[in-house]
């Protein structure tokens, strides 16, 4: 859930902010004078958006991507079951 408060309620109520933001994945976007300032959210999504952006600007990553799901959708793909054989993952 994404909520915005102000500058001093985000200060009065800081550590609970910081236990919603880890437990629940809460955000908050924090205002000064009415105008968006800053956000609060966990370092587990923070990390997960860095890591989306820097693939997302890979552009050679991201061709490499865009063709791999273009085999999919030809069927070129190999089925799990055959990867689990292969690497010697089935029981």
Do not use: C, F, H
Not at 26 to 44: C, M, N, Q, R
Not at 46 to 66: A, G, P
């Amino acid at each position: 859930m994404t909520r915005t408060l102000p500058i001093t309620e985000a200060r009065n109520t800081l550590p609970t902010l910081v236990e919603n933001a880890k437990k629940k994945l809460d955000e908050y976007i924090i205002t000064v004078k009415g105008s968006p300032a800053a956000i609060l959210l966990s370092i587990d999504e923070y990390e997960s958006l860095r890591e989306t952006l820097e693939i997302m600007s890979d552009k050679k990553l991201m061709k490499e991507i865009k063709e791999a799901e273009e085999e999919i959708k030809q069927g070129k793909g190999i089925p799990w079951e055959q990867v689990k054989k292969d690497l010697g993952w089935e029981d």
